[in-house]
């Protein structure tokens, strides 16, 4: 009889020849070969045998796996299971919140991402979304803060910078907001997005 650890590995090595066919573009999920969801299905059987001798980061691939079927329903289970295991997996804990925005949870995603952030807080990713999270009820305030927290973590991380610049526009702030779009640009000029804020803001002033 195969142990978790062996069963996990197993689920594997039939798996990642598909994550890398769709890493490399070969394929898509919604567009597998009968080879490739037959491999697909034998790591699921694999990785539901791991996880039910206790094999978090099994629990924690089903919960992926069900994500890429847009089984919401399943890859929460997966995902609490995992953490039921491991309280301790961010990213579980993560892609759980990720899941529970998808499915209209707010208050259960903003819980997961503040829960995240108590075990890692310089998770950037958690806290972006918070900061969207926050914005979309109109906390604007805390968003910002989100945002502003996220470029002291990582200043390179445009999206929080262009979603700050966003928000400062928004109060008046147009010589912050301008910065923040400018400094976007300088870290990555293809930024179609901080490229056109920046445009409508100089319009709006009369610059262009």
């Given at each position: 009889m195969l142990s978790a650890k062996e069963l996990f590995e197993e689920g594997l090595r039939v798996?990642?020849?598909?994550?890398?066919?769709?890493?490399?573009?070969?394929?898509?999920?919604?567009?597998?070969?009968?080879?490739?969801?037959?491999?697909?299905?034998?790591?699921e059987v694999y990785w539901r045998a791991a996880s039910g001798m206790g094999h978090a980061v099994a629990?924690?691939?089903?919960?992926?796996?069900?994500?890429?079927?847009?089984?919401?329903?399943?890859?929460?289970?997966?995902?609490?299971?995992?953490?039921?295991?491991?309280?301790?997996?961010?990213?579980?804990r993560y892609n759980l919140g990720v899941v529970l925005e998808k499915?209209?949870?707010?208050?259960?995603?903003?819980?997961?991402?503040?829960?995240?952030?108590?075990?890692?807080?310089?998770?950037?990713n958690a806290r972006f979304n918070l900061g969207l999270l926050l914005e979309e009820r109109r906390d604007m305030a805390g968003a910002e803060k989100a945002y502003r927290e996220c470029l002291k973590i990582d200043p390179s991380y445009t999206k929080a910078r262009c979603n700050l610049?966003?928000?400062?526009?928004?109060?008046?702030?147009?010589?912050?907001?301008?910065?923040?779009?400018?400094?976007?640009?300088?870290?990555?000029?293809?930024?179609?997005?901080?490229?056109?804020?920046?445009?409508?803001l100089l319009q709006k002033r009369g610059d262009m």
């Open positions: 798996y990642m020849p598909v994550q890398r066919a769709v890493e490399r573009g070969v394929c898509t999920w919604e567009s597998l070969s009968k080879d490739m969801v037959s491999r697909v299905d034998e790591a629990c924690y691939n089903l919960g992926l796996l069900e994500n890429v079927r847009k089984d919401l329903h399943g890859a929460e289970a997966a995902y609490r299971e995992c953490l039921k295991i491991d309280p301790s997996s961010t990213l579980a499915r209209g949870d707010m208050a259960g995603a903003e819980k997961a991402y503040r829960e995240c952030l108590k075990i890692d807080p310089s998770y950037t610049g966003l928000l400062l526009e928004e109060r008046g702030d147009m010589a912050g907001a301008e910065k923040a779009y400018r400094e976007c640009l300088k870290i990555d000029p293809s930024d179609t997005k901080a490229r056109g804020n920046l445009g409508l």
